[in-house]
């Protein structure tokens, strides 16, 4: 009877470990997959005439740190969370992705042109007035930016809402 009860409670960990697992890999590759249909937006507008754009919805899962555009790809940025909440512009002609398991390492893709936009990542629940929310109606934890990608005379402008 005991040997039983042991055997299901650690069956019962294993396979919640596992869809754990299965969730986090699933997110991660949703992250990837959103981060190149920007990357592909970007390099669309980039060959398009002056002030045609694109608009695009951009989610962001819990594992994302930060997605920004810089010049410099050898050298992560250290402190993001002000720069996300306060929208701050990065420039550049990388588009880099870092996970927050990843502090060291750069996921950055070449631009065609150069490109302004907004820090954009997932913040701390406590930190997000629409996690929060999200995560009390019991929604994906996922952070959407509705994007306009606009061509400037030499470079690409992205802007939230």
């Not at 697992?21 to 992250?31: A, K, L, M, Y």
């Not at 060959?47 to 010049?71: A, D, G, H, L």
């Not at 950055?108 to 701390?124: F, H, N, Q, R, T």
Request: proline share 2%; net charge neutral; hydrophobic share 40%.
């Amino acid at each position: 009877m005991v040997a039983g009860i042991v055997i299901a409670s650690m069956a019962l960990v294993i396979a919640y470990n596992f869809i754990g697992r299965v969730i986090d890999f699933s997110q991660r590759e949703n992250s990837l997959s959103n981060f190149n249909t920007l990357r592909n937006n970007l390099e669309n507008v980039c060959v398009q005439e002056y002030k045609n754009f694109v608009k695009m919805q951009f989610s962001i899962t819990p594992q994302v740190r930060v997605v920004y555009t810089t010049v410099d790809i050898e050298n992560p940025i250290l402190k993001v969370t002000d720069k996300i909440s306060n929208q701050e512009k990065s420039y550049g002609n990388y588009l880099c992705l870092q996970f927050k398991d990843e502090l060291d390492k750069l996921r950055c893709e070449k631009i065609s042109c150069d490109v302004s936009m907004p820090y954009m990542g997932a913040l701390a629940d406590y930190e997000d007035f629409w996690q929060g929310v999200n995560k009390i109606l019991g929604r994906a934890n996922v952070r959407n930016y509705d994007l306009t990608i606009s061509k400037l005379a030499a470079s690409v402008r992205v802007t939230v809402g």
